[in-house]
């Protein structure tokens, strides 16, 4: 079961009252939490019994996703999908309660590609120096993480143009990421 919300209809309706509540809108706001928090109970619930943790677990999972919510809603990047953002909090959440009970998870790698990006301060590299470290990768890597990463193309449409499976995009653009991380902090971060 994926976590994000993928029903259009409902996704804008979630969108809708969010920015309307962040506006100011009471109401919208609150409709925007009933709508959201059986979706949160039903991928709490699936977590929880996937990685077998107990099924009390849930509600104090739900309280906290709609507190975070409730506490983060500026956060939000009102052009952006709110499904992901909602199901990364609950991702967070769960995980969260599972270092409190001294357990690890292992989560999928399509679950962390929406997550929204944590503020950055790393300075920004020029040009040459994203040139530079691109051109250390494998050709096919270069291009997976050009596509996605500095055009903003989609796994699914970098996929289809090279003629490669979704997961295999997914595999090699979080290989190259690493890579490309790790020359980083070896050529820049070096202080």
């Known amino acids: 079961m994926t976590a994000t919300c993928r029903e259009p209809s409902r996704e804008s309706e979630w969108a809708t009252w969010m920015r309307a509540g962040i506006a100011g809108d009471g109401a919208s706001y609150r409709r925007f939490l009933a709508a959201v928090t059986p979706h ?8 929880c019994r996937t990685l077998h943790v107990a099924g009390n677990e849930v509600e104090d999972i ?20 709110i499904g992901p953002w909602v199901s990364a909090i609950t991702r967070n959440k769960l995980i969260d309660i599972l270092r409190r009970n001294g357990r690890h998870a292992a989560i999928p790698i399509e679950d962390v590609m929406d997550v929204l990006p944590a503020e950055d301060n790393t300075p920004e590299l020029s040009a040459r120096d994203i040139d530079m470290l691109l051109g250390h990768l494998k050709a096919q890597q270069e291009e997976i993480v050009r596509s996605i990463s500095l055009n903003g ?6 996929a289809a143009r090279l003629t490669m499976s979704e997961g295999a995009v997914r595999v090699s653009l979080h290989r190259a990421l690493k890579a490309l991380g790790a020359l980083y902090r070896s050529r820049f971060r070096e202080d």
């Open 153 to 158: 193309q989609s796994i699914r449409e970098t």
């Open 40 to 47: 949160i109970r039903s991928v709490a619930r699936a977590r």
């Open 62 to 81: 739900v309280q906290e996703v709609l507190l975070t919510i409730h506490l983060k809603r500026e956060t939000w990047d009102g052009t952006r999908p």
